[in-house]
């Protein structure tokens, strides 16, 4: 499973302006809202929201990844969004977040999803990779990046 499979430079936002987790979650959404106009945001809203109140997806080292599972949502559906001066995300290590991945998938299909999140917290656990990420200026910037690193890692 490559996540650049999943990917196109739609689902990338380089610069978002949210301050705040609730705003940042809108934004991530309104990207949804443009790729995928099938999704019912307002499920994915209430799934994103629950799946926050039983712990951040801010996992740290700069990285959030929100995620739920919905029934309007018929396949992986990810987003990117990069914030190049961070976001108070309430992390789990206190620092700003600067890559979020969200994450939407079939409320029935949880075992792809965890493939799926496995990938993506295995991908960004690479220091340069973030790196590379947060310097990005265009989405496709940030596919070519994905790209070559999924071939570097995990062909």
């Known amino acids: 499973m490559k996540l650049t499979d999943y990917l196109t430079e ?3 936002r380089i610069g978002i302006n949210g301050e705040s987790k609730d705003e940042i979650i809108g934004e991530l959404l ?3 809202s443009s790729v995928s106009p099938e999704i019912n945001i307002n499920e994915a809203l209430t799934g994103l929201k629950k799946r ?3 712990g951040s997806t801010g ?4 990285v959030a990844i929100p995620h739920s599972g919905i029934k309007s949502c018929s396949r992986i559906l990810p987003v990117i969004a990069i914030a190049p001066e961070g976001v108070n995300y309430s992390s ?3 620092d700003p977040v600067r890559i979020f991945f969200l994450i939407l998938y079939p409320e029935d299909q949880i075992n792809m999803q965890l493939k799926f999140l496995a990938r993506v917290s295995r991908l ?4 340069s990779l973030r790196d590379s990420l947060i310097k990005c200026t ?3 910037d940030a596919i070519n990046i994905l790209i070559k690193y999924e071939l570097e890692h995990f062909t």
């Not at 996992?59 to 700069?62: D, E, Q, V």
């Not at 960004?124 to 220091?127: A, D, P, S, T, V």
């Open 52 to 54: 926050e109140r039983l």
């Open 138 to 140: 265009t989405p496709e």
């Open 59 to 62: 996992i740290g080292g700069g």
């Open 10 to 12: 739609k689902n990338i």
């Open 30 to 32: 309104n990207i949804v």
């Open 124 to 127: 960004l656990r690479n220091c």
């Open 92 to 94: 789990l290590d206190g």
